[in-house]
Structures are given as C-alpha cells and as structure tokens.
C-alpha cells in the first residue's frame, strides 16, 4: 500500500526541515568571553574563558567569587553564622539574632523557630531576619524553644554555614 506524498503547506515545512537537517554544521570559532561585575569589595572584574585570577582551580566564569580563593564547590570561602535566642521580658517575646564576619550571611537569613517536645521538635515558626539580622517570635508561654538557620550562599561573597542556638526556656508568668 503506497500512501499519497504531503502537498501545499505541509510538503512545504518537511522540505524546510529536510534542508535545514542536511546542512552542514558552521565551523567552530574560537571566542574569547568578557564578563564584567562588581567583585565582592565593589571592585570591577574582568574575566576571560580560561582565566583563574585567585588560582582555586576554578575558571572566572564560573567561580563565584573570581578573587578569592577557595576550595568550595561556588569558589567562596566560607563564613560562620551565630544564631542567639533569648527572652525578652518586657516585649513578652524570643529574639532571635543571627550574626557573621559577613553581613550578607546574617542579613534577611531565614530563621526556623522549633519548640522542644518529645518525641521529636516542631517547627513554630519560620521568619526571614531583618537587615540587622534579627527576628522576633511571638510564643506561648511555659515551653522550650531554638533557632536554626540552614547553610546558604550569598552570591560573590560567601558560603554561609548553619548556626544553632541554645534551648530558651520561656517562663510560665
């Protein structure tokens, strides 16, 4: 059984895409790539495909942090994070306070606040930290409580690592 050859718009689209397939690929070029940002002190940075100006190993286009060197997975050191959690008597409230060397990793860091119970503590709350690093839970009153803050990046400048508070017993009254 023969089957009748497309005609019109169609015969017209399998000819476009039977000569598109047949033509021959273009020759490779070789092309040099600048790329310009601000560096992690506001300095300018110019890099080139192939360039590795902090010598991690890692090229300029793909290192996050082009003039630090680091043996991290982005190319950016890492920067330890505090996490403090204490009883604010007047406001009746937890105050927690992320801090670092590197502003960006305590800055809008996103806090968990868990409530110790057994059997495994609940999440009560999760908040982002203000621009100074800190946040304020409204909790009930009588019960145990701690921060966490997950390890993250903050583009150009750092790894974050985790941070952990100690437990804060909340008074009953």
Do not use: H
């Not at 809008?108 to 009560?124: S, T």
């Amino acid at each position: 059984m023969t089957r009748p050859l497309p005609t019109g718009p169609l015969l017209a689209a399998l000819g476009l895409a039977a000569s598109l397939a047949a033509a021959p690929a273009p020759a490779a070029v070789p092309v040099t790539v600048t790329v310009v940002g601000s560096g992690p002190v506001g300095e300018a940075r110019a890099g080139t495909a192939g360039t590795d100006t902090d010598g991690d190993g890692l090229d300029d286009l793909v290192d996050g942090c082009p003039t630090l060197a680091s043996g991290n997975p982005t190319g950016c050191p890492s920067a330890a994070r505090r996490a403090r959690l204490r009883w604010l008597e007047g406001p009746g409230r937890l105050e927690a306070r992320i801090t670092s060397p590197v502003q960006a990793c305590a800055s809008r860091a996103r806090v968990k606040l868990w409530r110790v119970r057994p059997g495994g503590d609940a999440r009560a709350g999760s908040e982002d930290a203000s621009a100074r690093g800190r946040q304020r839970f409204r909790v009930p009153r009588g019960a145990r409580y701690y921060v966490s803050v997950s390890p993250s990046y903050a583009s150009g400048l750092a790894e974050c690592d985790k941070a952990v508070s100690r437990i804060v017993r909340v008074p009953r009254r």
